[in-house]
Nanobody, 117 residues
Framework: EVQLVESGGGLVQPGGSLRLSCTAS????RSWHMKWLRQAPGKQRE???????????TYSDSVKGRFTISQDNAKNTLYLQMNDLKPEDTAMYYC???????????WGQGTQVTVSS
């Protein structure tokens, strides 16, 4: 069974940093196209970052310059380094395998990020 497990969320003050991890089991994710998405209460789900099988990265305008997506294929782990966090970054963060466009077929359970003073 293929699983994605996120970790690293928590409560942080504005301007702080967190690093989220997403570990895959059951499949080598070297060739996957992976995304980090987030959803805040009452808001639409938003893609924040992606990395394709060639290592090309993409970011939403709302996080560009503050967030960095990366992966360690040896550890089958995807990361999201989040710096200069803002209250509007508060959301549940998910990693997901992207099949193309906005289609995803494997999701993690999510990890909560709360940015508040």
């Amino acid at each position: 069974e293929v699983q994605l497990v996120e970790s690293g969320g928590g409560l942080v003050q504005p301007g702080g940093s967190l690093r989220l991890s997403c570990t895959a089991s059951g499949l080598n994710f070297r060739s996957w196209h992976m995304k980090w998405l987030r959803q805040a209460p009452g808001k639409q789900r938003e893609e924040v970052a992606g990395i394709d099988s060639d290592g090309k990265t993409t970011y939403s305008d709302s996080v560009k310059g503050r967030f960095t997506i990366s992966q360690d294929n040896a550890k089958n782990t995807l990361y999201l380094q989040m710096n200069d966090l803002k209250p509007e970054d508060t959301a549940m963060y998910y990693c997901a395998r992207c099949l193309g466009g906005y289609e995803y077929n494997i999701w993690g359970q999510g990890t909560q990020v709360t940015v508040s003073s």
